[in-house]
C-alpha cells in the first residue's frame, strides 16, 4: 500500500511493496547508494513486476556504478526505425548469450527480467494502439488524445509537468506569444508500439488566470512521487493520505494515486450541474459511452474517493483509455467560471462531424484549418454543460507526430540514477 519507503527520508511518496521487498530495498539502498534507484525504471516501464523480479532488480540495483557502466558500453543507443519491441527483443537476446556464458551474472538476470516485463508491456499497447488506429481510421470509434490547457508561463509549466510529474515534452509549436508544448508520459502517435499516451497541450497566454473551475486531472502512477520534486518545480501538495491531491502552478488540481496502468493519464474530473442531462448528450451528440454506476463503486483508502452521482464518458475500455468524469457540482456553490480546458478527440472526417454535430442539434464554433499547424483540420464543439470537444482530423495529427525516440534500457538506466544523484545536490 502506498506509504513512505526506505527512501521516505529523501523525498520519497512510495509504492506498493511487500515487507521482504522493501527489506531488500533499504539493503540496496544502503549497499549502493545512488545506484539502487535502478530499480525505478522496472516500475516506471508500465509493467507490473512479480516480487521474483522486483528481488532481481534489487539484486542489480546493489551493483556498483563500475558494473552500470559496463551495462552502458555494451548497449549503445540504438536508432529509432526498428522500434521499441524489436529493440528490446534484440537486447533480450544479447542478455540470453550473456547468460549462457555464466548463468549467475547478477546484473544480466536482472537486465534479462526488465527487458522480459518491458517487452510484455509493449506488445500490450502494441496491439492496443493497433486495434484503436484500425477503428478511427475506419470512423468507427474515436479517440479521446489530448487536453488543452492555458498557462501563464510556459517554462514554469514545463518544468512542473516534467519535473514534477515526471512527463516529458514530445512536440512544441511556435516560439513566440502563444507557443506551444505537448507533454505526456510517452509517444502519442497511434503508430508506434508504445504510444497512444493522452498529452496535455499547454498554450501560453500571459494573461491567463489561475484556474478555479474545479476541474482536474487524475493519474495513476505506477511507482512513486518525489516531494522535492513537486514543491521544485512549483506545485504544492495538499492532501497526501493514501493518494494525493496536488495544485499546479497555474491552479489545475491534480489527483495522483499508485496503480499500474496503460497509460497513467487516467481521467478529467469535470463538474456540471446536471450529471445525467450531461451524461445523455455526449452519448447522443458526441457518441460517447457512459458508466452510470462508476460514483457508486466503493474504493480503498489508496485510490480517490468517487462522488455519489458521478458518471464516467470514455470511447473504448476505460481501463485503457483516458476518460472525461462528470461530477455533480456541489450543492448551494455559485457556478463557476469555464476553465480553459479543451479536449481534443481523433476523428476519421471532421467536416462529417460538423454535419453530425449539427443534426445533433450543436453548430460548431470553428470547422477548417487551425492556423501554425501545417494545416491540421479540426471541429470545435462547445456544449452547454461539460467541457469543450476539439475534434481533430487523424490523419493531420499523425502527420504533427515526431519520430519516437528509441533509447536502449541501459540509457534508461542511466537516466534514473542521474536522476537520482541530481536529487542529492
Known amino acids: 500500500m502506498a506509504g513512505r519507503s526506505a527512501s521516505g527520508a529523501r523525498g520519497y511518496l ?13 539493503k540496496a539502498r544502503e549497499d549502493a547508494g545512488h545506484e539502487a534507484d535502478v530499480v525505478k525504471v522496472v516500475v516506471d516501464s508500465g509493467a507490473a513486476m512479480t516480487r521474483r523480479e522486483a528481488i532481481s532488480m534489487v539484486s542489480a540495483a546493489a551493483l556498483s556504478s563500475s558494473a552500470i557502466a559496463s551495462l552502458l558500453r555494451a548497449s549503445p543507443s540504438v536508432a529509432a526505425e526498428p522500434g521499441i519491441l524489436q529493440t528490446r527483443r534484440n537486447e533480450l537476446q544479447s542478455v540470453l548469450e550473456t547468460l549462457q556464458g555464466d548463468p549467475k551474472d547478477e546484473l544480466a538476470i536482472a537486465e534479462k527480467n526488465l527487458l522480459n516485463a518491458q517487452i510484455k508491456a ?11 488506429r484500425g477503428l478511427v481510421t475506419s470512423g468507427k470509434q474515436n479517440f479521446l488524445q489530448h487536453a488543452v490547457l492555458e498557462v501563464k508561463d510556459l517554462d514554469k509549466a514545463v518544468k512542473f509537468w ?11 509549436r511556435g516560439s513566440g506569444p502563444g507557443r506551444q ?19 496535455l497541450e499547454l498554450v ?38 493514501g493518494y494525493f491531491e496536488i495544485v499546479a502552478p497555474d491552479g489545475y488540481k491534480v489527483v495522483v494515486y499508485i496503480e499500474n496502468r496503460r497509460d497513467p493519464f487516467d481521467l478529467i ?24 454506476k462508476y460514483g457508486s463503486v466503493s474504493v480503498g483508502r489508496f485510490e480517490p474517493a468517487r462522488t455519489p452521482g458521478s458518471v464516467l464518458m470514455t470511447y473504448g475500455d476505460p481501463a485503457d483509455n483516458t476518460s472525461i468524469l462528470l461530477v455533480p457540482r456541489g450543492q448551494g456553490s455559485k457556478a463557476e467560471p469555464p476553465a480553459s480546458v479543451k479536449i481534443a478527440v481523433l476523428d476519421q472526417d471532421v467536416f462529417q462531424r460538423r454535419d453530425n454535430l449539427i443534426q445533433g442539434g450543436l453548430q460548431p464554433k470553428f470547422v477548417g484549418e487551425v492556423p501554425g499547424t501545417g494545416g491540421t483540420k479540426v471541429a470545435l ?4 454543460q461539460g467541457v ?13 507526430q515526431p519520430q519516437p525516440t528509441v533509447l536502449s534500457i541501459a540509457e534508461e538506466i542511466q537516466q534514473y540514477v542521474a536522476m537520482a544523484k541530481d536529487d542529492e545536490n
Open 204 to 241: 501560453e497566454n500571459p494573461n491567463k488566470q489561475v484556474d478555479n473551475s474545479g476541474q482536474y486531472f487524475q493519474f495513476a502512477l505506477s511507482n512513486s512521487l518525489r516531494v522535492n520534486r513537486l514543491y521544485n518545480s512549483g506545485g504544492e501538495i495538499t492532501f497526501g493520505y
Open 269 to 292: 474530473g469535470v463538474p456540471v450541474d446536471d450529471v445525467e442531462a450531461t451524461a445523455s448528450y455526449y452519448e447522443r451528440v458526441f457518441g460517447m459511452t457512459a458508466d452510470r
Open 162 to 172: 516534467t519535473q514534477g510529474l515526471g512527463m516529458r515534452v514530445n512536440r512544441s
Open 122 to 132: 509493449y506488445e500490450a499497447n502494441a496491439e492496443f494502439v493497433s486495434k484503436t
Open 388 to 400: 469543450p470537444l476539439v475534434f481533430v482530423d487523424y490523419e493531420d495529427f499523425e502527420r504533427e
Open 381 to 384: 464543439a462547445v456544449p452547454r
Open 181 to 199: 508544448a505537448f507533454v505526456s508520459y510517452g509517444p502519442e502517435t497511434l503508430v508506434a508500439e508504445n504510444g497512444g499516451n493522452f498529452a
Open 14 to 26: 512510495s509504492v506498493r511493496a511487500g515487507r521482504p521487498c522493501r527489506r531488500l530495498l533499504a
